[in-house]
T-cell receptor, first 114, second 112 residues
Framework: GENVEQHPSTLSVQEGDSAVIKCTYS??????FPWYKQELGKGPQLIID?????GEKKDQRIAVTLNKTAKHFSLHITETQPEDSAVYFC?????????????FGTGTQLKVEL | KAGVTQTPRYLIKTRGQQVTLSCSPI?????VSWYQQTPGQGLQFLFE???????NKGNFPGRFSGRQFSNSRSEMNVSTLELGDSALYLC???????????FGPGTRLLVL
């Protein structure tokens, strides 16, 4: 089955700096890659996603890049703010047509320090 | 539009008991998936339902079961609870044919 690895497990940055979280996946049939943010006591919140026919996607301070050949994708957060502090999860699936099961990475605890 | 709702939010049970958790998807969403989140195993897929049918199942024992009703609401049941079943159980809904899943706040189950 699919396996998703995520690095780093913890990341500490200064406010205003950029943060990068990287994930690799094993199943070449995966074609949908969402990123979720989870704050304490809450469920995961979708922040951005990318499909395999796209190499990069940006939404304000957040961007995701996908390298299908290398089977890795990354989350980039620019101009980090204290409210960005949370646990971030990457995930992969074969999409709605292949069974909508999400396989998650192990999470990255991001801390934005003042 | 209201998000995914899950009830109850917190639950304490003892070993050997059974538990039923409920999930109401976003209005119009007919696909519901369940995930278990633990510190040790992370987020793991349990099962997915669409149109009252289980469409996909994760690698969990038969003690874990679910169902979906005609109004798309879903329940999951865990029988003969074990200490290791203590976890946050998350429900996610999506439009049929779309990959994007929206999660509820979860039900935190503690098994003593």
């Amino acid at each position: 089955g699919e396996n998703v690895e995520q690095h780093p497990s913890t990341l500490s940055v200064q406010e205003g700096d950029s943060a990068v979280i990287k994930c690799t996946y094993s199943d070449s049939a995966s074609n949908y890659f969402p990123w979720y943010k989870q704050e304490l006591g809450k469920g995961p919140q979708l922040i951005i996603d990318i499909r395999s026919n796209v190499g990069e996607k940006k939404d304000q301070r957040i961007a995701v890049t996908l390298n299908k050949t290398a089977k890795h994708f990354s989350l980039h957060i620019t101009e980090t703010q204290p409210e960005d502090s949370a646990v971030y999860f990457c995930a992969a699936s074969k999409g709605a047509g292949g069974g909508n099961k999400l396989t998650f990475g192990t999470g990255t605890q991001l801390k934005v320090e003042l | 539009k209201a998000g995914v709702t899950q009830t109850p939010r917190y639950l304490i049970k003892t070993r050997g008991q059974q538990v039923t958790l409920s999930c109401s998807p976003i209005s119009g969403h007919r696909s519901v998936s369940w995930y278990q989140q633990t510190p040790g195993q992370g987020l793991q897929f349990l099962f997915e339902y669409f149109s009252e049918t289980q469409r996909n199942k994760g690698n969990f024992p038969g003690r874990f079961s679910g169902r979906q009703f005609s109004n798309s609401r879903s329940e999951m049941n865990v029988s003969t609870l074990e200490l290791g079943d203590s976890a946050l159980y998350l429900c996610a809904s999506s439009l049929w044919g779309e990959e994007t899943q929206y999660f509820g706040p979860g039900t935190r189950l503690l098994v003593l």
